[in-house]
């Protein structure tokens, strides 16, 4: 199982960036797909889930309204959608699945906010 991170980077606050999560090893589309993030010296937090059906859940109070979750399962990738970004969406992202006992985590991409 891999999961590869991409598109992270330095923006201005109230920006937009869409990251992506490359998956393989898996049978992607029966899974559901997690993006979490972890900010220095903070714990790592769920930002939200996406199901194997596309519906999607969990997510974290202060993102709902700014970020989407969405799923491409001929491409094996899933992706998060960050609008309107603020200094404290700060943080490394995480792609996470979970099959049965296993648990896997992707490299993370930084993302910065700063003016």
């Known amino acids: 199982v891999q999961l590869v991170e991409s598109g992270g980077g330095l923006v201005q606050p109230g920006g937009s960036l869409r990251l992506s999560c490359a998956a393989s090893?898996?049978?992607?589309?029966?899974?559901?797909m997690n993006w979490y993030r972890q900010a220095p010296g903070k714990e790592r937090e769920l930002v939200g889930t996406?199901?194997?059906?596309?519906?999607?859940?969990n997510y974290l109070d202060s993102v709902k309204g700014r970020f989407t979750i969405s799923r491409d399962n001929a491409k094996n990738t899933v992706y998060l959608q960050m609008n309107s970004l603020k200094p404290e969406d700060t943080a490394m992202y995480y792609c996470?699945?979970?099959?049965?006992?296993?648990?896997?985590w992707g490299q993370g991409t930084q993302v910065t906010v700063s003016s």
């Open positions: 996470y699945v979970q099959m049965w006992i296993y648990k896997y």
């Open positions: 090893g898996f049978t992607f589309s029966r899974y559901a």
């Open positions: 996406i199901t194997s059906a596309g519906g999607c859940e």
